[in-house]
Structure formats: C-alpha cells, structure tokens
C-alpha cells in the first residue's frame, strides 16, 4: 500500500534477467565458411563463459562484414559483442558496440535484426539501472516484433518490460503487462522463455500480495524447466518460491524457503550471481532463526564466491546484503571472527564496483549503507559526510526510494548533535517521500526486501516524537500538535496499506470537521506509542488540539496491554480486579477528564496505535466505573472516514449467515442458529445462510445480487498483522480478507449503496499477535462498509446471542446510533449478573461511523 513502492526493490532483487538466446541470431544472408566458423566458435566460446576469447572471434568476423559491406550482418556481430562485454561487466564497451549497432542498421528496414539489437540494448541499460530507458526501447522493439507476428520475440519483450517496470516500483503495470504474457504462454509448448515468463507472473503476484496464486504460478515455472532441464530457469524459479515461501509466515515456512533456497544454490553455477543470491537468503534466514553456527559456516563459502564476482549491478548488491547479513551477527553476537572492519571492506568493494559500472543507483546506496556503517560505529562525522555524498547520489537519478533512507538517515545524525532543527528539515523530507511512495510502497514484499518495522515505521515515530519533544511541562505548539498526529495518521495508512500490498484507504470525510461541525458532543482520543512515553493528542469541538505526556515505556505499555488481554480471556477481570484497566484509564483518560466534562462529551472516538487496538476501550475503568457505563465508544482506523451518516431504517434488509456445525479443526457455534432467528425477528427481511447453504460462492452471490445495508456473519474466524492469516470461515472453506475484499469491491461497482454496517460476531484476534487488531481494521476498510462491529475474541457462549438480540433491538429505534445500539447492548450484559465481567460484554468495537 504497496502501495504504499519503490522501497528499495533493488536489494535482493530476484529477478534475473534472461534473454531468449546469448547469440542474437544467426547472420541474415550465407557467408563464406570461413566467419561461418568465426560465428560457430564464438558462440560455442560464449556458452561456456569465455566472453573474451569470443569477442575476439566476433571482431574478426566484424571486420570481414565491413570489407565485404555487409552492414546487416555486421550489426548483428556487433550487437552479440555487446552481450559478451555486459557479462564482463565492461559497460562503455558494451554501449559502444550496441550503439554503432544500431547506428548500422538506422536507414535500414526495421526488420528483426533492428528489433533484436534494441533487446541488447535494453538489456544494457537494465544491467545499469537505466530502467524507464529500458521499458521505452524494449516498447519499440515489441513493436516490430508485433508488426512481424513473432509472438515468442513479443513475449520475451513484454517479460523484459514487466521487470523493468518491477524494478521502478510499478507492480500494478507489471502486473497487467504479464496478464497478457500469461495468455500467451499458456497456449505455447514449453521452453526457457515460458519458465521465466511464469516465474515474473509469479514475482508480481507474490510482491502485491496474492501469495497462494503466486505459489501456484511459480510451481508452474519451476515444472517446465525441470522437464527441459534447464538449471538456470529452475534455479532461478527455486530463489522464487522460496520468497514465496517465506513471505506466508506460517509454521515452517522459514525451513521449507531454505530448502528451495539450497536447491537453487546446488544447480546454480559456482561464483554465479544466482548461487549467491540464494546463499544470502538462506544466511539471513539463519540468522533470524539465530543458528548462529551455520551462519557462520555458510559466511565462510559466501566470502570466497563473493571475490570472484566480476562487477555488475547485482554483485553489488550482493555485496551490500551480504555486509548487511554480517551487520546483524555482529550486533546479536558481537562474535570476534566478524569484525566491523570485515564489513566495512565488504562495503567498500560495492562502492568500487558500482564506481567501474557508473550505476549511480547503486553506488548511492552502497555509500549510505557504508555511512549508516560509520553511524553504527559512532564516526559521525565521516557518517554524515557518507550519507550527504549518498543522498546527493540519489537526487541526481531521482531515487526516491533509495533518497528516503538517508534523509531519515541525516536526521537521525543530527539530532544526535543536538541540532533538533536540522534533524526535523530532514525527517519532514523523509517522511514526505515516504507520501509520495504510498503507492508503490505497499507492493514491496516486505520479508524479501526489508522489513517494514525496521525500514519505514520508525521514520514515522522518531518523527512524531522529535515534534512532540517539549521543554519540562509545556505543550507542544498548535502546528506541532497538527503535525505530529497527521505523521501518525500517515503511518496508520501505510500499515494498512502494508498489509494489504495495495493502497485502499481513499476516504473523504475529516472527523475533525465532524466534530466541529456535526457531533459537538463527541471528542476524539489520539494516543501515540514511543519509546519513552504515550503521548496523547485530544480534540474536542470546537477547540484546539490539546496533550498529554505519560512516561511510561513501550515495553511498559505492551506489557500491561498484553497481561490485560490474557487475564480478561481467562476470565480473571471481574468487579474485583480492575488493575489493568484502571491502569490503561490513567494513561489514556485520565488527564482529559476536566476537558470532557467541561464540553459535556457524551461520545469517545478512539483512534488507537499499535498494540492498543488490541484492547477493548470500552472496558476501561477509571475506578469506580467502565467507560461504557459513561460514554458511547467507537473506533476508528483514521482520522479520515467514508462519509459519516445514520442508518436508514427505511429500509432493514439484512444478509445474515453462520456455522453452527463443526468443521475441520473448528468446534461447533452452539449458539449462531439463535442468534440469526432473532436478528430475523427484530428486522423487516433477514437472508439466512446457515451451515451447507453458507459457502463462498453463496456468500458472494448475496453480496453482489441484492442491496442489503446490513450484513452479520456468524461465523469462525481471525484477524492477524499478516493478511494470509486474517480470514473467515464459511461451510467449504476459509474466506481469506482479499477475497473478501473483492467480493464487496465489485459490489460497488455494480450496486450503488454501499454496506452500513458489516458484523463479525464470533471472531478474534491471532494470539500472541501484538498487531492482530491491524487485520480487523483492514477487513474493516477493505470491505467498503461504513461501519463493522466485530469481536477481539471469541464467545462460544450464549451471550453473543443475548448480546446481539439487545443490539438488533435497539438498532431498529428511531433516532438510535449504532455506536448507541452497541453500547446500550453492552450495558444490558453487564448489569445481567451472569454476564457481567469484561469477558462477556467486552469484545465487541465498533469501527468506523458511529452514527
């Protein structure tokens, strides 16, 4: 949200580039036997990587063209001394011989040879990062390919472009350039060509979320070359699902990523950019995994290929990773065979090899990370004279992606001078890129890359924070204040974007304006998470922003939130142990208390962060009573919404479906078949889909056939910070969010009103997931309704039922909001001596419009 890319994509990049054949093409007219043989023995010299020897068999047949005025031929002689020099990393070599070349061919028929040497040629300027130069020649040659019918040659040419496209972040227009590549492919015999076509399909796939058909496709990829035995396409499909892999996160995803890793290194050429490319993968799998020693081991193979690697843009960013990879050792061990001097030489052979290609690109994050090395080390000056070269570096070839970084990374070495100003004017451009990036961000896959949390969402916290730093009991200024929740609000967007892989939230409503405007007795609780404290931002109607400093730790913070979780789930928080909630009261609540009561607020919207969106915030207790028991309560992902209006209840048609038998690794729901009869008696007409008659494709068709402002499915399900994981349970099978999503998109393309209010009534948040409230707030958005009433955790247990034959009862009064229907729900458990402790009556948020 992606979406959000592109965030370095040219770390680790996986896609390696293949062209159909290293030689062009055979000489277009009959030749004397003798550059006949020439020909035959450069490429035979070729295939086997002795680029030298061929180039200087390609130049005498070269110069026996030119005497014989063969200029088609010649040019095709040139073009295939152009491939050999980019093996060799001799770039200026190389564009010489492409561009005289094409300068050959220039006054002649635009023919195959013309377009093939335009595929050298954007081949060259992939290699050197040149990649928007690269789509526009490969676009002319496609071209001609298309005008000649040549359907593999266009293949080939689409695919090209697709990676091009992959590698400046444009993944949407990747991923339609290879919808129409994968028609293609599958109506063509197998070959290298429909390998590596399958594997970019399944790269994009993969990279804007779509893990499960990227999987799919990349077995696919990976089928074909083991059939024609091609090791390179099957390596290089291995590397693949191995990202696949281990972008799931389920359990043993790390083991089995290793595995296609260590395949794809066994058949892969020793010293090859590829066989490094997957040892470094599984490097940083062990390393995460902490086994150490076979870290170390693999550290000591990677160190002898690494140096054999002839310079290109690949090799590095090998190198960077690879120093990288050594980085995270030497923090978690300190371990004295890797030293900081090790990592520093490693660094520096990338600056070397970027300087000899003239990557710019490369060689302005090869700098960076060599500053952010000298900041690690506390060399802050020699840091900051590293990381301005780099961030110069990467202005200079607009690198957005890679510029961030090291603003972020200016800032940081500022502020550790004290020069708050300065280090300010650099976080406000960081974060300002990081806006401009919304779309292509998201669509970085994130576990192959890098990590969201250590990458992005810093920049967005140490941000807030440096804006909210204030001398000993002053308040931040007006503008700081504005500032610093508009940084926050950012980061909720990218986070839901982030797990979406797509950017999603484009909404109009400002709840500010709401609240100045329309709910004058409703007020708005920002709370931010830093390291050292919980900073809370509050608005009230009509009034300037307002906040409060608790200085309490993080790690405080998420401990207290995690206990409270654990102890209301075994049902240990009752009338008398309130500690926790008490405790969350005074942090959250309590400073504000002169300020709600001064303005008569009646409604608390909270905008929660982090780990808070895990806890209830009705239950809140400030030692005499629940927050429920004074105030209506809602949630909201942002401080943005769809447009905000009350119900019409004109009109109470709702889609109720539900599971009460038991399936596969999911007890059954004694209660869902009450709870759907009463919702029928409460309403005017009530859809029921229960058991059988609730599956998928029922589901969807409801969704999409008839208008229907409500929508209450009872049902398993969960919600977790990893989108693959965050699902619903229907009688065939798990409804995964994205599905979800696409059902309810299309509803909106083909139905003009929107869903009011979506319910999810038997569900809960992934255990120990401290972000698992992050996917009920993406079903919330992704699923376009205005509102969405779910549970954190799940009550297999007759007050849901109770609780929601209480909330269709009061949803149907005139003049009653739905935030009011929950709340007088609530309220009605917890004065019911069975039902109530928090356990019962807790769990159920309302998200988004509370009217």
């Given at each position: 949200m992606k979406?959000?890319?592109?965030?370095?994509?040219?770390?680790?990049?996986?896609?390696?580039?293949?062209?159909?054949?290293?030689?062009?093409?055979?000489?277009?007219?009959?030749?004397?036997?003798?550059?006949?043989?020439?020909?035959?023995?450069?490429?035979?010299?070729?295939?086997?990587?002795?680029?030298?020897?061929?180039?200087?068999?390609?130049?005498?047949?070269?110069?026996?063209?030119?005497?014989?005025?063969?200029?088609?031929?010649?040019?095709?002689?040139?073009?295939?001394?152009?491939?050999?020099?980019?093996?060799?990393?001799?770039?200026?070599?190389?564009?010489?011989?492409?561009?005289?070349?094409?300068?050959?061919?220039?006054?002649?028929?635009?023919?195959?040879?013309?377009?093939?040497?335009?595929?050298?040629?954007?081949?060259?300027?992939?290699?050197?990062?040149?990649?928007?130069?690269?789509?526009?020649?490969?676009?002319?040659?496609?071209?001609?390919?298309?005008?000649?019918?040549?359907?593999?040659a266009l293949t080939q040419s689409l695919i090209n472009q697709a990676q091009a496209m992959q590698a400046l972040g444009l993944f949407i227009k990747a991923q339609k350039t290879l919808i129409s590549v994968r028609e293609n492919l599958d109506k063509q015999p197998n070959s290298v060509l429909k390998s590596v076509g399958l594997r970019s399909i399944g790269d994009v796939l993969r990279i804007i979320g779509n893990v499960d058909e990227s999987k799919t496709v990349l077995l696919q990829s990976l089928d074909v070359a083991s059939t024609l035995k091609a090791n390179q396409a099957k390596s290089e499909a291995l590397v693949s699902l191995g990202n696949t892999v281990r972008v799931q996160e389920n359990i043993g995803s790390q083991t089995s990523a290793i595995k296609y890793y260590q395949e794809a290194a066994n058949i892969a050429p020793i010293n090859s950019n590829l066989r490094l490319q997957a040892q470094l993968n599984i490097l940083n799998l062990l390393v995460g995994m902490e086994n150490i020693n076979a870290a170390m081991e693999l550290i000591s193979q990677i160190r002898t290929e690494i140096k054999q690697l002839s310079p290109n843009r690949k090799s590095v960013f090998i190198c960077i990773n690879f120093a990288k990879a050594l980085k995270k050792i030497k923090q978690k061990t300190n371990i004295e065979t890797v030293s900081w001097l090790d990592i520093a030489q490693v660094l520096s052979n990338a600056v070397k090899q970027a300087e000899i290609i003239k990557d710019k690109r490369a060689l302005a994050y090869a700098l960076g990370n060599l500053g952010q090395l000298y900041e690690q080390t506390e060399q802050f000056d020699a840091a900051r004279k590293l990381t301005q070269k780099a961030l110069n570096m990467a202005n200079s070839v607009r690198a957005e992606d890679i510029s961030y970084q090291f603003q972020w990374q200016m800032g940081r070495l500022y502020r550790r001078k004290g020069n708050i100003k300065k280090a300010i004017k650099f976080y406000d451009a960081a974060w300002n890129i990081l806006k401009s990036l919304r779309s292509d961000l998201v669509a970085v896959d994130s576990n192959v890359q890098f990590s969201f949390r250590e990458s992005i969402e810093p920049v967005y916290r140490e941000y807030a924070d440096l804006l909210l730093k204030t001398a000993k009991n002053k308040q931040p200024s007006k503008q700081k204040l504005i500032a610093a929740r508009e940084v926050i609000e950012s980061l909720q967007l990218a986070q839901i974007d982030n797990f979406f892989n797509s950017a999603c939230f484009n909404t109009k409503v400002v709840l500010d304006d709401i609240v100045d405007r329309q709910n004058l007795k409703t007020a708005i609780v920002y709370p931010i998470i830093l390291p050292d404290r919980l900073e809370v931002i509050l608005k009230l109607p009509l009034s300037s922003l307002v906040s409060y400093s608790n200085f309490i730790s993080q790690k405080e913070v998420e401990k207290t939130i995690q206990k409270l979780r654990t102890d209301i789930e075994e049902r240990k928080i009752g009338a008398d142990n309130q500690a926790e909630f008490q405790k969350l009261y005074s942090w959250l609540l309590q400073p504000a208390e002169k300020y709600l009561e001064n303005s008569n607020i009646e409604t608390l919207v909270f905008v929660l962060d982090g780990s808070l969106r895990n806890i209830p915030p009705a239950a809140l207790h400030d030692g005499r009573k629940y927050l429920i028991e004074k105030y209506t309560v809602a949630v909201s992902p942002g401080l943005q919404q769809y447009e905000l209006k009350p119900l019409q209840k004109t009109r109470f048609n709702v889609l109720t479906g539900g599971l009460s038998e038991e399936r596969t690794n999911f007890p059954k729901l004694d209660y869902v078949e009450q709870e759907l009869q009463q919702i029928k008696f409460h309403v005017s007409d009530a859809k029921i889909l229960l058991n059988e008659k609730f599956t998928s494709d029922a589901v969807e068709k409801q969704v999409n056939k008839k208008t229907y402002p409500i929508v209450h499915l009872a049902t398993h399900g969960q919600f977790s910070s990893n989108s693959d994981e965050t699902f619903l349970l229907a009688y065939d099978g798990r409804i995964k969010v994205k599905e979800l999503s696409r059902w309810l998109?299309?509803?909106?393309?083909?139905?003009?009103?929107?869903?009011?209010?979506?319910?999810?009534?038997?569900?809960?948040?992934?255990?120990?997931?401290?972000?698992?409230?992050?996917?009920?707030?993406?079903?919330?958005?992704?699923?376009?309704?205005?509102?969405?009433?779910?549970?954190?955790?799940?009550?297999?247990?007759?007050?849901?039922?109770?609780?929601?034959?209480?909330?269709?009862?009061?949803l149907t009064k005139p003049n009653i909001a739905k935030a009011q229907a929950l709340r007088h729900a609530q309220l009605s458990l917890l004065k019911n001596e069975e039902y109530s402790i928090p356990y019962f009556w807790a769990p159920y948020v309302l998200i988004g419009n509370w009217l």
């Open positions: 979406k959000f890319k592109s965030i370095i994509l040219i770390i680790l990049i996986s896609l390696l580039f293949t062209t159909l054949s290293p030689i062009l093409t055979k000489p277009t007219f009959s030749n004397p036997p003798q550059i006949e043989h020439l020909l035959d023995r450069g490429k035979k010299l070729y295939d086997v990587g002795k680029f030298e020897e061929a180039i200087g068999l390609l130049k005498q047949a070269v110069s026996r063209y030119q005497l014989n005025g063969d200029k088609l031929n010649q040019a095709v002689a040139l073009s295939n001394i152009s491939l050999a020099y980019q093996k060799l990393g001799q770039w200026q070599k190389a564009e010489t011989n492409i561009n005289n070349s094409l300068q050959l061919l220039r006054n002649l028929p635009k023919n195959i040879t013309y377009a093939q040497s335009l595929d050298v040629k954007g081949k060259l300027e992939f290699e050197k990062g040149e990649f928007q130069n690269s789509i526009i020649t490969w676009e002319e040659a496609a071209k001609i390919y298309s005008r000649l019918d040549l359907q593999p998109h299309d509803r909106r393309e083909n139905l003009p009103q929107p869903i009011e209010l979506l319910v999810l009534s038997a569900c809960e948040t992934a255990t120990g997931d401290n972000e698992a409230a992050l996917g009920l707030a993406g079903v919330a958005i992704q699923a376009g309704a205005r509102s969405t009433v779910a549970s954190l955790w799940a009550l297999n247990d007759a007050s849901t039922a109770e609780l929601m034959n209480h909330f269709y009862h009061q």
